[in-house]
């Protein structure tokens, strides 16, 4: 047996190349899908990589950035949870890619876009989740959002030279937010989104004793199964079937009615809990505290977030905004408990 293996053989490995798999694009994914070869380009022009397509690079530095790997730090639904099974925003990220490429791969979309698209739709999230966004607000011109964020994370305070296709995915992956995404792979993130989430914040309520599956009415139970594996499968079905029929990424209305519906229901029962708003009153706290020792202190904000462009107030929403829980609650701590307390 030589070092390699039997199975080495002489033709047993093929290479596919950037050029081979483009035009295997252009062949097998349907009409609607971005092509690879098609993208819009970088704001600074590269040379194109001799094996991945523009999307699989996009993917690949956003799946290595520090602001990804900081996902793991950072709040879902409960805030420093007890036990290992709880969603982190980090989970929910790789949640949603698996999501996206389960549609994507259904419609003949284009997977690598979808999951690239996916997996940086919530690397711009503040601490705290989407408490983080409120604390936030009141710092700058409208409303402080995560998805607009994450675009400014991946263009200027680490940047990553991202494609079009890409950043537009990102930041029109909030469904608030208009127009929608201009590609289909864009529009499956958002769909990609919505699933993973209602589909395993359920099932962290139960966790935590929050709900009992029979909590939740009959009427989204008899139309999307069981919390979990059975929503999950369900919703994905349900965006395959619409989507194919009508020729564009979508869901039949009464669906989206319906799971539109489960998210408020959520909202009410999980997310605004009683306990729930408790926790975020300390979160907002701890942010805003943060935001304003920083912005009065300029000089001990990192100089990653310093940009030649930014005020001292911007750098420090910056620098807060992209910190995990367990290190924003650390540098409360420190700066903010009274001395001698403990």
């Keep these: 047996m030589n070092e390699i293996g039997s199975h080495g053989q002489p033709g047993g490995v093929r290479h596919r190349s950037r050029e081979v798999r483009e035009a295997e694009e252009r062949e097998w994914l349907s009409p609607i899908a971005t092509r690879s070869a098609d993208a819009r380009g970088r704001d600074v022009p590269e040379e194109e990589d001799p094996h991945r397509t523009a999307f699989e690079r996009d993917r690949d530095r956003i799946l290595h950035s520090k602001a990804f790997r900081r996902l793991k730090h950072k709040t879902q639904v409960f805030l420093n949870p007890d036990g290992d099974h709880y969603v982190t925003r980090l989970t929910h990220t790789l949640a949603v890619a698996q999501v996206g490429r389960s549609i994507a791969s259904a419609l003949a979309l284009n997977e690598p876009l979808t999951e690239a698209i996916c997996l940086g739709h919530d690397i711009g999230h503040a601490p705290f989740g989407h408490t983080g966004e409120d604390a936030l607000t009141p710092y700058v011109e409208g409303e402080w959002q995560h998805a607009i964020h994450g675009v400014r994370v991946v263009e200027k305070l680490e940047p990553l ?79 395959v079937e619409s989507s194919v029929a009508n020729g564009q990424v979508t869901m039949a209305p009464h669906c989206l009615e319906a799971m539109n519906a489960l998210r408020t229901w959520m909202f009410d029962n999980v997310y605004l809990r009683p306990v729930a708003r408790k926790q975020a009153e300390r979160a907002v706290r701890v942010i805003q505290d943060l935001v304003e020792w ?13 940009l030649s462009d930014s005020s001292d107030l911007q750098a420090a ?3 807060v905004a992209g910190m995990s829980d367990k290190y924003a609650m650390r540098l409360h701590d420190e700066r903010f408990r009274p001395a001698g307390l403990y």
Aim: charged share 30%; aromatic share 12%; proline share 7%.
């Design 161 to 239: 030279n991202l494609t079009l296709e890409v950043r537009d995915g990102i930041s029109q992956s909030s469904w608030k937010n208009d127009p929608p995404p201009f590609t289909a792979e864009g529009w499956i993130c958002r769909f990609a989104d919505r699933i993973a989430y209602l589909a395993h914040d359920a099932e962290d309520a139960m966790r935590a004793g929050v709900l009992e599956a029979g909590d939740i009415p009959s009427d989204f139970r008899d139309l999307f199964g069981e919390p979990g594996r059975q929503w999950i499968d369900s919703m994905i079905g349900m965006v």
């Design 294 to 306: 920083f912005a009065e202190r300029p000089d001990d904000v990192p100089d990653a977030y310093r």
């Design 317 to 319: 929403v910056d620098y």
